[in-house]
């Protein structure tokens, strides 16, 4: 593979760009290397900006579920933008995206669109803050839930990819309002609410964490953050940007039986375009702007591109019978052939996996929360990652991401991801 001209692109990305990007997680920072500059995508593929071609494993972090440009989708956007990219008014495209999200996801009633996860879940703690009139917040170590100041406190995903999940500028008045716990530890919980009585708004939780790479809830820990809200008077937030819509349609609530009182979107309701949401049942929802005092706004939410790009996408999953199956049986029989490969070179792992979402941990034998993320052998990952990425495929950059498998991988991209991974060459690092 030659990168000459992404890295010529990177050198001039670099003098105008903070970083040369736009998020710091598609850096090659912790991998090391130049980041490849994509051109186009389709289907199960990507190709860079000296025609190299990969298997997508991340497929824009999420969005990409239905595989790239899905030309049912690409015809959809086209079709919408030939009457006008943004009003700033009502439509009612917008009541028709939020009536068929409302009417597919338990538990909720009322949804508000915005243009990112992180807008989505910085506008829920908002809410909830303003539901309960309580200030602190409850986020586990390694979740990543947007970039707001309340979060960014041991965060995931970039903030623990680049060392700094307390990030400088968020001040010391807002990190007090944010209580840490070990995700999948139900005492620590239990200790943070006896010693902040009355004071705890919500739990906001990624219901599968995928910001440490993926991680998985253990022993009913959903089930138990329930209870523990219940008696609490506190509000459990289930931070569904990632399994929102990948899960099963009705997400992580549907897969774990959990009743969440705000969820959040992202990612596929957008289906590639900017499209945030959350939403929740109409006694909280109520509080909201303009209909409620909690106030929260936007230019671009509900933009029609972005409504018609998610619609569609949301749509053609719904219609096919088969969808999750399908990319659920492709994420398993990826996990159980990189497994068999790793083991025959006797290269102790784990693979975490959760529907279509998973991640490989080298050199630990279980991952259940972020410290035994922090544990597993990141440069051996670091290395496997080139390897893969010199012959074609393209994986998330960072030990502490998921992969996101598309419907667009079928038996082709498997075999030649698993016969590239034959070649791996492993030095012990
Ligand atoms: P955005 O603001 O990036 O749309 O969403 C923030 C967010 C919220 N909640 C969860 C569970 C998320 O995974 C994310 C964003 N995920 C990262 C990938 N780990 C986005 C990639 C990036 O930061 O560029």
Redesign the pocket.
């Known amino acids: 593979m030659k990168y000459e001209r992404s890295s010529a692109l990177f050198d001039e990305a670099y003098r105008y760009i903070p970083g040369g990007v736009n998020?710091p997680?598609?850096v090659f920072k912790s991998v090391g290397g130049v980041p490849v500059f994509m051109k186009s995508a389709k289907g199960a593929y990507m190709k860079d900006v000296d025609d190299n071609t990969y298997i997508d494993y991340i497929n824009s972090?999420g969005p990409a579920i239905l595989g790239h440009t899905h030309p049912e989708v690409l015809e959809a956007i086209k079709k919408q933008a030939e009457n006008g990219f943004s009003y700033g008014t009502p439509t009612e495209l917008e009541t028709e995206i939020a009536k068929f999200i409302v009417e597919n996801v338990p538990n909720i009633d009322q949804i508000r669109m915005v243009s990112?996860?992180?807008e989505a879940?910085m506008s829920a703690i908002r809410l909830a803050r303003g539901y309960t009139q309580r200030d602190k917040i409850i986020k586990f170590e390694g979740c990543?839930?947007?970039h707001s100041d309340s979060f960014l406190i041991k965060a995931g995903?970039?903030a623990a990819t680049f060392g700094n999940p307390n990030s400088p500028g968020v001040t010391a008045g807002t990190a007090k309002d944010t209580l840490l716990a070990r995700y999948n530890d139900v005492e620590q919980v239990e200790d943070l609410f006896r010693h902040n009585q009355g004071e705890i708004a919500a739990i906001i939780i990624?219901p599968v964490a995928?910001?440490m790479g993926c991680v998985l809830p253990q022993n009913d820990f959903l089930q138990k953050l329930r209870k523990l809200c219940d008696e609490n008077g506190a509000l459990l937030i289930f931070?569904e940007?990632?399994t929102g819509f990948r899960l099963a349609f009705g997400g992580a609530q549907e897969v774990y039986g959990v009743k969440a009182d705000l969820v959040t979107f992202?990612k596929v309701i957008g289906g590639g375009l900017p499209v945030?949401a959350f939403a929740g049942r109409n006694e909280i929802m109520d509080h909201l702007a303009p209909k409620g005092a909690v106030y929260q706004a936007g230019t671009l939410s509900g933009n029609p591109l972005a409504m018609r790009a998610g619609l569609t996408t949301l749509q053609l999953i719904k219609n096919d019978a088969n969808f999750y199956q399908n990319i659920n049986k492709t994420a398993e029989t990826l996990d159980f052939g990189i497994g068999k490969i790793l083991n025959e070179k006797n290269i102790q792992h784990v693979i975490n996996r959760k529907g279509s979402m998973m991640s490989v941990f080298f050199h630990i034998s279980s991952v259940s929360n972020f410290d035994e993320a922090a544990e597993a052998n990141h440069s051996l990952f670091n290395n496997f990652f080139h390897q893969l990425l010199k012959n074609g495929i393209y994986l998330p950059p960072s030990g502490y991401?998921t992969w996101f498998i598309s419907d667009a991988i079928k038996q082709t991209e498997l075999e030649k991801t698993l016969e590239v991974l034959r070649k791996f060459e492993y030095s012990n690092l």
Do not use: K, L
Request: aromatic residues 10%.
């Open positions: 998020s997680v598609r972090w990112s996860g992180t879940c990543y839930h947007g995903s970039g990624e995928g910001n931070d940007v990632m992202g945030g991401e």
